[in-house]
């Protein structure tokens, strides 16, 4: 029985209990290496809310309301606190910040056999080397799931540098790179991605619960607005006068319990990834960048892992899991579906030759790359299986393989080819306002992003790069030269 298996057995039989053995407040300034977390100062409580039972297995040491947690987390003074916050909510004291960790690494144990709730993909191990997808090496047996890159001293090194100021130079950039003039219009498109990623995960249900939405649309926005993760924690950042507070306390009174938790953290560490992975575009004074770094080995496991958490796909996946009444999901479903569905956006991009307009490739490496390609893909291949073999519900399976249809027929990806947007139709313009509002971005938010836009005109600052994580590139929808007129949502 692997690692994981035994904190999922241990954390089950604790779901809707008390958390026995709980420290007062004031030992939660615990000392991690030279680093010390400050007191969240409140009390230990059961779990919140009534309703469906929980999708997410009980593992995390924090056992308050989301709400709560995100009241501790705003209370960092720098972004290296907010770090050591989130991981002790996620891990506990105990941590010793190896690839062990379970809030940046996935130690991954094959799950058991069970009687399948899906059908197997028609494009898998067995059909795959018909296709040109990745490269084109088709499946290869035996691919490591293992981690070779311990990710911590790699994250933490940049963070210091974030709170030594060197952040300034890229708070609210535009890595859309879209032609758009204003941080509404960014907002605005990302809100229209939101609802076509629901609507191709979720259906006809994709608007069912606004929470979601509304959660979705923030871990959209960072991909495309570069966003400090204490902005959001402090409710500096909103999306039509919406903060991260405001959607976790929906998610709260609407009894979501540790999945709510989960969905907090999740987001925060995406913020993480994203804001460190954009400062650390461009390396200087003969520094390596964190994505070079993780692609210095032959196996794709490091970078597949570190590609869903930038993205945010395991957040997401609770969504969809509640909305679609999956039930109670193991943690290797969770991030075996998240995983692949990250990895199956790369494969459909792959194959509409828009992959190679990445910023960071998990796949990227000059002697290696062939290699990586094949890994990358036969990972995918391997969690879709293991997925109907260990009996995951159809909506988690579906989700894996959601990026093989969502990349071909979502606007994003076409406007990303582009360099433009595409119009937004009238009827999802309609729905966008019904959704989300009228006013995508407070005054202080388009003060910044303009601020950005005058300087990058200036020609002070290096230039920047594309989208980095769920989204990355587009297919080409109208021929070259023939480019579509602007729309406004």
């Known amino acids: 029985m692997g690692m994981l298996d035994e904190q999922m057995r241990f954390s089950a039989g604790r779901v809707g209990a008390l958390w026995e053995g709980a420290p007062p407040a004031s030992e939660f300034a615990t000392v991690l290496g030279a680093r010390t977390v400050r007191p969240l100062s409140v009390p230990v409580v059961g779990p919140v809310g009534s309703g469906r039972a929980p999708v997410c297995v009980d593992l995390l040491h924090y056992r308050q309301s989301?709400?709560?947690?995100?009241?501790?987390?705003?209370?960092?003074?720098?972004?290296?606190?907010?770090?050591?916050?989130?991981?002790?909510?996620?891990?506990?004291?105990?941590?010793?910040?190896?690839?062990?960790?379970?809030?940046?690494h996935y130690p991954r144990?094959?799950?058991?056999?069970?009687?399948?709730?899906?059908?197997?993909?028609?494009?898998?191990?067995?059909?795959?080397?018909?296709?040109?997808?990745?490269?084109?090496?088709?499946?290869?047996?035996?691919?490591?799931?293992?981690?070779?890159?311990?990710?911590?001293?790699?994250?933490r090194a940049v963070v210091a540098r974030v709170d030594a100021g060197e952040?300034?130079?890229?708070?609210?950039?535009?890595?859309?790179?879209?032609?758009?003039?204003?941080?509404?219009?960014?907002?605005?498109?990302?809100c229209r991605d939101t609802l076509q990623w629901m609507a191709t995960w979720c259906g006809e249900r994709y608007a069912s619960q606004p929470a979601v939405l509304h959660y979705v649309a923030l871990s959209t926005?960072?991909?495309?607005?570069?966003?400090?993760?204490?902005?959001?924690?402090?409710?500096?950042?909103?999306?039509?006068?919406?903060?991260?507070?405001?959607?976790?306390?929906?998610?709260?009174?609407?009894?979501?319990?540790?999945?709510?938790?989960h969905a907090l953290l999740a987001l925060v560490r995406e913020y993480f990834f994203?804001?460190?992975?954009?400062?650390?575009?461009?390396?200087?004074?003969?520094?390596?960048?964190?994505?070079?770094?993780?692609?210095?080995?032959?196996?794709?496991w490091d970078a597949s892992v570190y590609r869903m958490n930038s993205a945010n796909n395991y957040g997401c996946s609770i969504g969809l899991a509640r909305i679609c009444d999956t039930g109670p999901a193991s943690f290797s479903w969770l991030m075996d579906s998240s995983i692949a569905d990250a990895?199956?956006?790369?494969?459909?991009?792959?194959?509409?030759?828009v992959y190679r307009l990445d910023v960071h490739q998990p796949t990227a490496n000059q002697q290696l790359a062939s290699r990586r390609q094949r890994a990358y893909h036969s990972i995918y291949l391997d969690l879709i299986d293991d997925l109907v073999a260990s009996g995951a519900h159809d909506s988690l399976v579906h989700y894996g393989r959601a990026g093989l249809l969502y990349v071909p027929i979502m606007e994003r990806y076409h406007e990303r080819r582009l360099g433009s947007r595409v119009p937004v139709q009238p009827a999802v313009s309609a729905q966008l306002s019904s959704l989300f509002g009228d006013e995508p971005v407070d005054p202080s938010t388009e003060q910044r992003y303009q601020a950005q836009r005058a300087t990058a005109a200036t020609g002070t600052q290096p230039v920047?790069?594309?989208?980095?994580?769920?989204?990355?590139?587009?297919?080409?929808?109208?021929?070259?030269?023939?480019?579509?007129p602007r729309g406004t949502a």
């Open 66 to 104: 989301a709400t709560e947690a995100l009241r501790g987390l705003a209370r960092s003074r720098t972004t290296a606190e907010l770090l050591d916050s989130a991981h002790l909510m996620w891990c506990g004291p105990s941590c010793r910040e190896t690839v062990a960790c379970t809030f940046l």
């Open 167 to 190: 952040g300034t130079r890229i708070d609210y950039s535009d890595w859309a790179k879209k032609g758009d003039t204003t941080a509404a219009e960014v907002v605005a498109y990302a």
């Open 274 to 300: 994203q804001y460190v992975e954009k400062l650390d575009h461009a390396p200087t004074n003969g520094q390596v960048g964190l994505h070079a770094q993780l692609n210095d080995s032959p196996s794709a």
């Open 109 to 155: 144990s094959t799950p058991a056999p069970s009687v399948p709730r899906s059908a197997r993909s028609r494009y898998n191990k067995d059909t795959a080397n018909l296709f040109l997808l990745m490269g084109g090496g088709g499946y290869e047996a035996g691919t490591s799931k293992s981690h070779e890159a311990n990710l911590w001293p790699l994250l």
């Open 221 to 261: 926005i960072c991909d495309d607005i570069c966003i400090p993760p204490l902005d959001l924690v402090r409710g500096d950042f909103r999306m039509y006068g919406r903060s991260a507070a405001d959607v976790v306390a929906a998610m709260d009174e609407q009894g979501w319990g540790h999945d709510a938790v």
């Open 343 to 353: 990895i199956s956006m790369d494969l459909a991009k792959s194959a509409l030759d």
């Open 464 to 484: 920047l790069g594309g989208p980095t994580g769920l989204g990355t590139s587009a297919a080409r929808m109208f021929p070259r030269g023939n480019t579509p």
